[in-house]
Every structure is written in C-alpha cells, then in structure tokens.
C-alpha cells in the first residue's frame, strides 16, 4: 500500500514536467521571430520579423507567417489560403495543434 501511495504523489510532478503551455500571440512572436525548429530528418524551419518562413526538408519553400487570435498561421505559395494552428511550449519543445488534433513538434536548434 505504501508503494501505491508513492507513486500517487510522485505522479502529479512527472505529468507535470511533460505539460505543453499554450501561448498567447505576443508570446508566439516571442517563441518564434529570429528562430529556427528542428523537425527531425533534417528538416528546418526559421521565422523572421518582416513575418516570412523558410523551410527546408530536402528542398527549401518559403512562405509567409503571422500571429492572428492567439494562434500561429501560415501560408505557403502558390496557395493563398492561410493555415492557423494552437501554440504550445514546454521548454525548447514547440507544438503546432491544427484543428483536427494532429500535431507537429518542433525543436530549437543553432
């Protein structure tokens, strides 16, 4: 019983260190303006303060970005239309959150 109890109160803390903040949008420009993510498999992606996006995953795309209601949006040329997603941070660890739950997680890199 005593070993059930313990692990009941370290629980909370381990969950705790695994918790994504969602950000606001001043929070967001924060996280990301003279930034660049690491995807995994070499793929990059830095945002600048003139609000353009550059990619890179074995080719580059460039395209634009902003901050609109609390969330992260992109756009990618030839395509007009603008994608939004929820903003979260825990750590170096950003996450991108479309609208259906699928996620992307991004890592700070040199």
């Known amino acids: 019983m005593r070993r059930f109890a313990l692990i009941l109160a370290l629980w909370p803390g381990f969950l705790a260190a695994d918790e994504f903040r969602q950000l606001s949008g001043g929070e967001i420009l924060s996280a990301l303006i003279g930034k660049k993510l690491g995807y995994g498999n070499g793929a990059w992606q830095t945002f600048d303060e003139v609000m353009l996006t550059q990619y890179f ?31 979260f941070q825990n750590g170096e660890t950003i996450r991108f959150v479309g609208d259906g739950g699928d996620f992307t997680d991004g890592t700070y890199v040199q």
């Open 57 to 87: 995953s074995g080719g580059p795309s460039a395209g634009r970005w902003a901050v609109r209601e609390e969330r992260y949006c992109s756009q990618w040329p030839p395509s007009d239309l603008w994608a939004c997603y929820d903003f």
